[in-house]
């Protein structure tokens, strides 16, 4: 099976019949993403939480519960850990999310870079897919411990909560139309703030690993 036709099948399976709402929602929230950047002060950092975080958090989240639950619900949660190729079963679907998630931030960092105004772009983008994984890192650990995605959801959200500092944190700095580059400050910032998100991630996704390897803990 292609990624591609994987993604999408996966991406079908979390959002189940929910798919066409969850575009609207998402294409209502880029569109107002859009008028509130606009509209707001004329900086392209306007575009990072509106375009990226908020929609991650509020659609990323509630799909990404779905990892495990829908076999849960189905009562094929069995067939699915121990059946011949499971392995990563449950990774590849929130990766499938975690793309999404990741692709559309990073339409948002390029589309405030050549609209708005030009600003170092890399450390936004990396910063974009660092947050995204960490995201669904903490999602898929929860996911396999809580029976619920009402559950799962709840729990990703006060866990995202504990990181406020460095999830929130804006990775675009506007030169302010001089073109100078990041000074030391905000280099350090970025830095810490990501490698604070990619460890958690890291210790979030083991965490989940050890269930994994464990069937018999996740079905009881």
């Known amino acids: 099976m292609n990624w591609p036709r994987h993604m999408r099948l ?15 929602v998402d294409a209502g929230f880029l569109f107002a993403g859009l008028l509130m950047a606009f509209g707001g002060t004329g ?11 908020f929609p991650s958090l509020l659609l990323g989240i509630p799909m990404l519960s779905e990892c495990v639950a829908l076999e849960r619900r189905a009562g094929t949660l069995d ?20 793309t999404l998630m990741i692709a559309q931030g990073m339409l948002a960092v390029i589309a405030a870079y050549f609209l708005v105004e030009p600003f170092p772009i890399f450390p936004a983008l990396v910063q974009v897919a660092v947050a995204s994984v960490f995201i669904g890192a903490v999602a898929l650990q929860w996911a396999v411990r809580l029976n619920t995605s009402g559950a799962v959801i709840f729990a990703t959200v006060v866990t995202c909560l504990l990181f406020v500092p ?3 944190s804006n990775p675009i700095y506007p030169p302010a139309r001089t073109g100078h580059p990041l000074n030391g400050d905000e280099i350090a910032n970025l830095i810490k703030t990501n490698l604070v998100l990619a460890g958690a991630a890291a210790i979030f996704y083991l965490y989940a690993l050890q269930r994994l390897m464990k069937p018999e803990a996740i079905i009881s």
């Open 166 to 168: 460095w999830l929130f």
């Open 43 to 53: 900086r392209a950092s306007e575009f990072y939480p509106s375009l990226f975080l």
């Open 10 to 24: 996966s991406l079908s399976l979390v959002a189940e019949r929910r798919v066409l709402l969850m575009a609207i």
């Open 79 to 98: 067939l699915a850990l121990t059946s011949p190729g499971a392995r990563f079963y449950f990774e590849r679907r929130a990766l499938a999310v975690v």
